[in-house]
């Protein structure tokens, strides 16, 4: 795995409660609508990450390994 994750925010799916972006503003930020995204397409691992999209209340971030393209979260079934 590498220290650089790719990190999605399904605008579909997202519900606006601003956790993501209240947790971690470095990292995500709401948009004109109040969605959640990244706020670069690429981000550095960090366990700050991981913890967002964890606490996510519908699983709306995925995280993928930026060079290996391998889910890191949600885990696979």
Do not use: N
């Not at 799916?13 to 959640?36: H, I, M, N, Y």
């Not at 995204?37 to 990450?49: K, Q």
């Amino acid at each position: 795995m590498t220290d650089r994750w790719k990190v999605t925010v399904d605008p579909r799916v997202c519900v606006r409660t601003g956790l993501c972006a209240a947790s971690a503003p470095k990292e995500f930020q709401l948009d004109e609508r109040g969605q959640g995204r990244a706020t670069a397409d690429v981000l550095p691992a960090s366990e700050e990450v991981l913890e967002v999209a964890e606490s996510c209340p519908i699983e709306a971030i995925s995280i993928t390994d930026a060079e290996t393209a391998e889910l890191v979260f949600p885990p696979p079934d």
